[in-house]
T-cell receptor, first 109, second 115 residues
């Protein structure tokens, strides 16, 4: 599997604002996934986007995928303090998931 | 999705002791489970794949005699850190894959601190 690299590494915004995180990867993929991790907790699967999809929505989450640029973005709209967490992308799929260092998002009241 | 639990949630032990961490699937039979390790502000790193009824497969650089894995049933995998040292202090997380292997369900993690 391959490693996704997220940027920015850290992001601090005010509640109600939108948060955008980006992920870049190196080789062809079948799908890309975004996960969330609250401090000191396990990962929670947020959304999967397949290589033939360009955009996907789930609630306040919007994920885009540009396979020509080998990049994906995760947009969280109308952020809430509870969205404070680390967000990881993963491109390997299968059993050997490999994660980047993630984007640490802090949403302040 | 599957519900995965880990026990204990955190453990502090003295150097040289062994620590056992349990990973349970509460509502799903898992022939395969994965063990990850995460150091502070770093990514999760896959340590090994736990296979029910057979030996675990370890990633490169992970000592199998140091990190003993037992997957005795379809709902339980255990990771034993033998003769733990301070550098083994980390966050250990297990996961199990959904059938298509597109998604994994993670346990809440176990924080190990070795003094």
């Amino acid at each position: 599997s391959q490693q996704g690299e997220e940027d920015p590494q850290a992001l601090s915004i005010q509640e109600g604002e939108n948060a955008t995180m980006n992920c870049s990867y190196k080789t062809s993929i079948n799908n890309l996934q975004w996960y969330r991790q609250n401090s000191g907790r396990g990962l929670v699967h947020l959304i999967l986007i397949r290589s033939n999809e360009r955009e996907k929505h789930s609630g306040r989450l919007r994920v885009t995928l540009d396979t020509s640029k080998k990049s994906s973005s995760l947009l969280i709209t109308a952020s809430r303090a509870a969205d404070t967490a680390s967000y990881f992308c993963e491109t390997g799929g299968g059993n050997k998931l490999t994660f980047g260092t993630g984007t640490q998002l802090k949403v302040e009241l | 999705g599957a519900v995965v639990s880990q026990h204990p949630s955190w453990v502090i032990c003295k150097s040289g002791t062994s620590v056992k961490i349990e990973c349970r699937s509460l509502d799903f039979q898992a022939t395969t489970m994965f063990w990850y390790r995460q150091f502070p502000k770093q990514s999760l790193m896959l340590m090994a794949t736990s296979n029910e009824g057979s030996k675990a497969t370890y990633e490169q650089g992970v000592e199998k005699d140091k990190f003993l894995i037992n997957h005795a049933s379809l709902t339980l995998s255990t990771l034993t850190v033998t003769s733990a040292h301070p550098e083994d202090s980390s966050f250990y997380i297990c996961s199990l894959p959904e059938r298509g292997y597109n998604e994994q369900f993670f346990g809440p993690g176990t924080r190990l601190t070795v003094l």
